[in-house]
């Protein structure tokens, strides 16, 4: 399965979980894997309550899933 955002190949999470992540808002469909969940679906989400630069740190400093 490939990233819908990088179109790399989604690895699985230490967790065992291989089905990447919901890419929405970004794309609707597909999914997402974990380097752009973190640098760029979560920051989008958050980027409406703050700027994309202060929502990147956060997820950084937080480990926001
Ligand atoms: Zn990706």
């Not at 089905?19 to 973190?38: T, V």
């Amino acid at each position: 399965m490939n990233c819908v955002i990088c179109s790399s190949d989604i690895l699985p999470q230490s967790n065992g979980w291989d089905k990447g992540h919901n890419p929405s808002p970004i794309k609707e469909d597909g999914r997402c894997c974990e380097e752009c969940n973190s640098t760029v679906v979560i920051p989008t989400r958050l980027s409406k309550f703050m700027s994309i630069e202060e929502a990147r740190e956060l997820v950084k400093e937080n480990n926001i899933e």
